[in-house]
């Protein structure tokens, strides 16, 4: 069945790095932009970043730019989020998220399990 | 970036009760937007895409409705697994941006 699970979370140190990986199965993974969504204990979800089909556009949440780099390998069909420099306040679930269809904008039909990195001295 | 405020952020209700969310974008995001629900400790589920279009699988008892900036969830009788956390989403431009999310609890 569609299926996305991530993996890689955990305790880091403030300015620390972690990368999180999202491993796709069951649909096309190479025709569809994926996001990364988080959200912190106890509050709403965030938008974190995205990257097109092709890996040929992305796009980030300001509160993430320049820190935090997405990626995917479509021969391995995973997702990837490379966290450096993380910050107290980036401890959170994170979620990868498929878009629902291979067009510019879409829903996120099909969502992970989310893992839960924590930034904690 | 364009803001999502849901209302209220909290509610209480009753099983069979007929419930309306609602979310309002800071400019207009056309039919651009989806709704999630989402329980504790679970990732969420896309219920609502294009505003209207109700998600496969999805009962029948959700609907959305609206364009522009004012988009509304409607779920027409309570069932006990609807007591959830309910989120819109505009996905209009970049970034993506949710509400606040509504809780929705049992009175």
């Known amino acids: 069945q569609v299926q996305l699970v991530e993996s890689g979370g955990g305790v880091v140190q403030p300015g620390g790095s972690l990368r999180l990986s999202c491993a796709a199965s069951?649909?096309?993974?190479?025709?569809?932009?994926m996001h990364w969504v988080r959200q912190a204990p106890g509050k709403g979800l965030e938008w974190v970043a995205f990257?097109?089909?092709?890996?040929?556009?992305?796009y980030y949440a300001d509160s993430v730019k320049g820190r935090f780099t997405i990626s995917r390998d479509n021969s391995k069909n995973t997702l990837y989020l490379q966290m450096n420099s993380l910050r107290a306040e980036d401890t959170a679930v994170y979620y990868c998220?498929?878009?629902?269809?291979?067009?510019?904008?879409?829903?996120?039909?099909?969502w992970g399990q989310g893992t839960m990195v924590t930034v904690s001295s | 970036a364009i803001r999502m405020t849901q209302s209220p952020s909290s509610f209480s209700a009753s099983t069979g009760d007929r419930v309306t969310i609602t979310c309002r974008a800071s400019q207009g995001i056309s039919s651009y937007l989806a709704w999630y629900q989402q329980k504790p400790g679970k990732a969420p589920k896309l219920l609502i895409y294009a505003a209207s279009t109700l998600q496969s699988g999805v009962p029948s008892r959700f609907s959305g409705s609206g364009s522009g900036t004012d988009f509304t969830l409607t779920i027409s009788c309570l069932q006990s697994e609807d007591f959830a956390t309910y989120y819109c989403q505009q996905y209009y431009s970049y970034p993506r941006t949710f509400g606040q999310g509504t809780k929705l609890e049992i009175k």
């Open positions: 998220a498929k878009e629902q269809y291979s067009s510019s904008a879409d829903a996120f039909d099909i």
């Open positions: 990257i097109r089909y092709d890996g040929s556009n992305k």
């Open positions: 069951g649909f096309t993974f190479s025709s569809y932009g």
